[in-house]
């Protein structure tokens, strides 16, 4: 699991009681591609009740950074990092160089937020709080962010 995370952000802000019913995924490094197929054939069985995601400063949710991403029906997917979200990472210290940030990392897919029962995102770090207005303003500049995209679920708040 990593702490870094947008998600740990909201989490750890409801509280304790909600850290009770929510499972966060913690993948080892050795057996990924194994734990991801056993994630998305349970998912798959047994459903998502509710999903809680924070928000990232231009509106990305997880890692998903675009409403365009190609949509497999799979609940976890590899998503690509491109430079800019690598420079992202060593501008917040979290990484010494680009070379040190994977070039992929393990996120729920936007296809797998919609299935869904609850979904729940939102933004409590200062730098990120200021998003929610502008989401729901539409401003340009997040008129394709996944957050907007999500919007379209039935049973979403933010």
Not at 107 to 135: N, R
Request: proline share 3%; net charge negative; charged share 25%.
């Amino acid at each position: 699991m990593d702490t870094r995370s947008c998600c740990i952000d909201l989490i750890n802000a409801l509280g304790e009681s909600f850290n009770k019913i929510h499972a966060l995924k913690a993948f080892s490094k050795e057996n990924y591609f194994e734990e991801i197929d056993t994630y998305n054939n349970d998912l798959l069985k047994n459903g998502l009740d509710i999903c809680v995601l924070g928000i990232g400063n231009d509106g990305h949710v997880g890692f998903c950074y675009s409403p365009i991403i190609e949509q497999l029906e799979k609940f976890y997917v590899l998503q690509p990092l491109d430079d800019t979200r690598k420079k992202e990472h060593v501008d917040k210290g979290w990484f010494k160089s680009i070379r040190e940030v994977p070039n992929k990392v393990i996120t729920l897919s936007l296809w797998g937020m919609f299935q869904a029962s609850i979904l729940m995102v939102g933004a409590v770090c200062d730098e990120k709080k200021d998003v929610i207005p502008k989401l729901v303003l539409q401003e340009e500049h997040y008129k394709n962010c996944p957050v907007l995209y999500l919007c379209q679920h039935k049973n979403l708040t933010i």
